[in-house]
């Protein structure tokens, strides 16, 4: 059936290489394709550039353009400075869907009727990119992601940036949020670990008042987490952990629900949350553990392998926190030498966000310091 992915960084801040490269990759596919393309650095001030020039290489395969913090690759990453990680495969069909959100409204609210209006069943799999200011309300609705995906992961894209998706036949689209629907290639298997681990037990909160969260059980909040803290984890970035209806799932393989604490006020013994949680939310309290977070990931790309049941793994798009702030794993880049040595001559590409969008615990939401891996994989 030929190469069934290829994928390439161009470390450059120049679209016209970027588009070069892309037409590169190409080349070396045959029959129908599709992609991403992630860019980081000066590129995310250039997607309009590159998605013109893009549209003129008669492709023949949908593409989306998305910029972020970061990229990752099996070829490396472009953590801070200017690259693109392009990742074409062959077989399949895919479709680019594109929410013109308007500015008063969460991007995301808008995108499930535009990827409706793609006009075709489900797909097994959606890749998901919003502006960051479409994560407002965190949690995308389950049921909507239901009607237009088996499975859906993504990010929060660099801030300001839109999503530039090229057809087919050529045409340009932009906007807020936008979606790569795949199709034909079955659903792929998701790989998934949080840069941090429980410090405290799941509790319902009680009592808030704006971004505050007055109270957690029948205590104070702000004695919770000093109640979970400890001299062990002094100078470590703590975060909030929200959990699900009914008992919380605290398997490692299931990454957390991690939300930053934005503050504290010692007088009204609160902590401080934005958007707030209601009352009735399940949370705990969690601490950044790098140290930890290699572990989680290669337990869960594992255990991915072991899901696949001797299919074979053709491509992997990955969805990332930046380090050093999040999922470091002990050293610069120590996630991509992980994915090279689980997913060893798989080629992989991704992008670096503050907000990672993955299913936890059944529902499809936003977190961070986590990590995805969509394995796509090829019948036995």
């Not at 998701?190 to 909160?205: F, G």
């Not at 209806?245 to 299931?254: L, R, V």
Request: glycine share 10%; hydrophobic share 45%; with cysteine.
């Amino acid at each position: 059936m030929g190469i069934p992915a290829v994928s390439a960084v161009a470390s450059t801040k120049y679209p016209v290489r970027v588009a070069r490269e892309v037409e590169s990759v190409r080349t070396r596919l045959p029959g129908p394709a599709a992609g991403l393309v992630f860019v980081c650095g000066e590129l995310t001030e250039r997607l309009d550039d590159l998605a013109e020039r893009l549209s003129h290489a008669a492709l023949e395969a949908p593409l989306l353009l998305v910029p972020g913090a970061g990229v990752v690759s099996d070829h490396g990453d472009g953590d801070g400075n200017d690259a693109a990680a392009i990742i074409l495969w062959s077989g399949g069909t895919a479709d680019v869907a594109v929410a013109r959100a308007p500015s008063e409204a969460p991007p995301m609210a808008t995108l499930g009727a535009s990827v409706r209006g793609v006009g075709r069943s489900p797909a097994p799999a959606c890749a998901v990119f919003t502006r960051p200011d479409g994560v407002r309300e965190h949690a995308v609705d389950t049921n909507r992601v239901a009607e237009f995906a088996n499975v859906a992961f993504g990010a929060a894209t660099a801030d300001g940036s839109n999503v530039f998706g090229v057809e087919q036949d050529g045409r340009v689209v932009s906007g807020a949020s936008a979606a790569l629907l795949i199709r034909g290639l079955g659903v792929p298997r998701i790989a998934s670990a949080s840069a941090a681990r429980l410090i405290s037990r799941y509790e319902p909160i009680t009592e808030t008042e704006g971004p505050h969260v007055l109270r957690i059980g029948q205590r104070p909040a702000l004695e919770v987490l000093a109640a979970a803290s400890n001299p062990g984890i002094e100078g470590s970035l703590l975060l909030a952990a929200l959990g699900s209806e009914g008992p919380p799932n605290e398997d490692e393989h299931d990454p957390l629900d991690l939300r930053p604490i934005r503050g504290v006020d010692p007088a009204r013994g609160s902590v401080v949350l934005a958007p707030p949680p209601p009352c009735g939310q399940l949370i705990a309290f969690a601490v950044r553990d790098p140290s930890d977070a290699r572990r989680r990931l290669d337990l869960a790309l594992r255990a991915v392998q072991r899901a696949a049941a001797g299919a074979a793994p053709r491509f992997a798009l990955c969805i990332h926190g930046p380090p050093p702030a999040s999922f470091e794993l002990g050293a610069r880049g120590g996630d991509i030498r992980l994915l090279r040595t689980r997913l060893p001559g798989i080629p992989f590409a991704g992008i670096r966000s503050n907000w990672q969008l993955g299913t936890i615990s059944g529902r499809c939401i936003f977190t961070q310091h986590s990590a995805f891996a969509a394995v796509f994989t090829s019948p036995s």
